[in-house]
C-alpha cells in the first residue's frame, strides 16, 4: 500500500472553504477504497466521509453532508475532500486511511476497517 499523506489543513474562519488531499505512494491505492476521519480534542475519532475504489460511490456523515464532498483521481494516487462552509465544529485532525480490507470494495464508517493511515491534517476553523 505503502504511506498516505495528507495536505490542505489550515486556519480558516466560519464559512470559509479548503480541500485536503491524501496522496498515496504504492499502485494497490487505486484498488482500495477511502476513508476520510477525523478527530477532535477530547473526542473520539469518527468517519467523515468515504468513497469506494471506482469513485462511483461515495457517502457522508450526516453533520458534513450538504457541505463537503470527496473524491479521487486514481491517475493521480490522491483522494481529495473538498470542505465548504466551514463550522468551529468541524475543527479537528482529519486523517485519511485505507487497506487492503477494503480492496475493490466500498468504503465502510468504522476505522477498524482501514489498516493504512497518514500522519493527519490539522483544520481549525475560528468562528
Known amino acids: 500500500q505503502g504511506k498516505l499523506v495528507e495536505t490542505g489543513g489550515g486556519l480558516v474562519q466560519a464559512g470559509d472553504s479548503l480541500r485536503l488531499s491524501c496522496a498515496a505512494s504504492?499502485?494497490?491505492?487505486?484498488?482500495?477504497?477511502v476513508g476520510w476521519f477525523r478527530q477532535a480534542p477530547g473526542k473520539e475519532r469518527e468517519f467523515v466521509a468515504g468513497i469506494n475504489w471506482t469513485g462511483g460511490s461515495s457517502g457522508y456523515a450526516d453533520s458534513v453532508k450538504g457541505r463537503f464532498t470527496i473524491s479521487r483521481d486514481n491517475a493521480k494516487n490522491t483522494v481529495y475532500l473538498q470542505m465548504n462552509s466551514l463550522k468551529p465544529e468541524d475543527t479537528a485532525v482529519y486523517y485519511c486511511?485505507?487497506?487492503?480490507?477494503?480492496?475493490?470494495?466500498?468504503?465502510?464508517?468504522?476505522?477498524?476497517?482501514?489498516?493504512?493511515w497518514g500522519q493527519g491534517t490539522q483544520v481549525t476553523v475560528s468562528s
Open positions: 504504492g499502485s494497490t491505492f487505486t484498488r482500495y477504497a
Open positions: 486511511a485505507s487497506g487492503p480490507k477494503l480492496q475493490f470494495g466500498r468504503y465502510r464508517d468504522d476505522s477498524e476497517s482501514y489498516s493504512t
